[in-house]
């Protein structure tokens, strides 16, 4: 059996992994049951508080509209091309895929001179070429996430400001939108630039949700839609809801402070392999050099990075809480 066939083997094998886990990992009972007795309370209890969360449920799930479809979804380059606006950078598709392809063919070049293996040339030329891009405009689109998300409830206040001063909503995300800057003040004016040419709010602040694809935009939509609908002081629920973001930040905070151990310890574990390979291969590069051309040890490797990398997934949802 040659090395081709036994990487279709060991893919094949993953594969058949990956779709029985998914096949058998269906949705938590345990959440489902306890959705559906918080349901039933919400139903017949007699709490003014369970009443208005009841209503305020049902005007959330009555808002949503019939003909929804998520941003990006539509092909692989419409999501590519919204990943690289999330990043507020202006960087195009064009730039993109020549950095991919640069990166490609370095890469694979240097590895096939050095090494001798065409295979793992395109190998290396493809994790590089793919992955270091991915993993810049995924830091990109976080960075910019933090940075919204800190100013997120200043923005609030500030309409609240305004709001309490006599302005109306439209005039107080005017507002905002010239006052802030960084991506605050970008989405802002992107709202009130598709209220200027005929969109009417809840249109432009839904499509905005929709792309930025953060819980903290889609409550303050969700506030907005329901006080619409609801009446009441909206100064007052907003002050509200900034306040309650701001809490949301802190226990973000604290929940990585106190992971922070395990992922220090998760990164260690999973840098130590490649370090130890590194210094032996400075060292006596003959001792390793087997390693890109024997076909036992080449597959020997892969499986190694294989079981590598799932021990490094399972640690990373360890590790991983939601709020």
Not at 59 to 86: C, D, I, Q
Not at 224 to 239: F, H, K
Not at 298 to 319: K, R
Request: aromatic share 8%; proline share 3%; glycine share 10%.
């Amino acid at each position: 059996m040659n090395v081709m066939q036994l990487l279709i083997l060991g893919t094949g094998a993953i594969v058949v992994l990956i779709l029985g886990y998914a096949a058998l990992s269906g949705p938590s009972a345990g959440k489902e049951s306890a959705r559906r007795l918080q349901a039933v309370r919400f139903r017949h209890s007699e709490s003014a508080d369970d009443k208005v969360e009841a209503q305020y449920r049902k005007a959330v799930a009555n808002r949503k509209p019939t003909h929804y479809r998520k941003a990006g979804s539509g092909s692989r380059v419409e999501a590519l091309a919204l990943r690289l606006h999330k990043t507020g950078k202006g960087w195009t598709l064009t730039q993109y895929l020549y950095v991919s392809i640069g990166l490609f063919v370095v890469v694979a070049a240097l590895v096939i001179l050095k090494s001798g293996s065409l295979l793992l040339g395109i190998g290396a030329g493809l994790f590089v070429g793919a992955g270091i891009p991915h993993y810049m405009v995924g830091s990109a689109i976080k960075k910019r996430a933090r940075a919204f998300v800190a100013k997120f409830p200043d923005a609030l206040e500030l309409l609240v400001r305004g709001l309490r001063s006599g302005l109306p909503i439209t005039e107080t995300i005017s507002v905002v939108a010239h006052e802030l800057p960084g991506p605050i003040g970008e989405e802002f004016k992107l709202v009130t630039d598709r209220m200027k040419v005929g969109r009417s709010m809840d249109e432009a602040l839904v499509e905005t949700a929709n792309r930025l694809d953060m819980a903290e935009f889609s409550f303050f939509c969700i506030t907005l839609a329901i006080q619409r609908e609801t009446g009441g002081n909206l100064a007052e629920t907003l002050a509200n809801l900034a306040d309650v973001l701001r809490k949301r930040a802190q226990m973000k905070l604290k929940i990585a402070a106190m992971s922070s151990e395990s992922k220090a310890s998760a990164y260690i574990v999973g840098s130590l392999p490649f370090i130890v390979f590194a210094l032996i291969y400075s060292i006596n590069p003959r001792y390793l050099g087997q390693f890109f051309v024997d076909e036992r040890l080449i597959i020997a490797g892969l499986g190694g990075l294989t079981w590598l990398g799932i021990g490094a997934y399972i640690m990373a949802q360890m590790v991983s809480f939601e709020i």
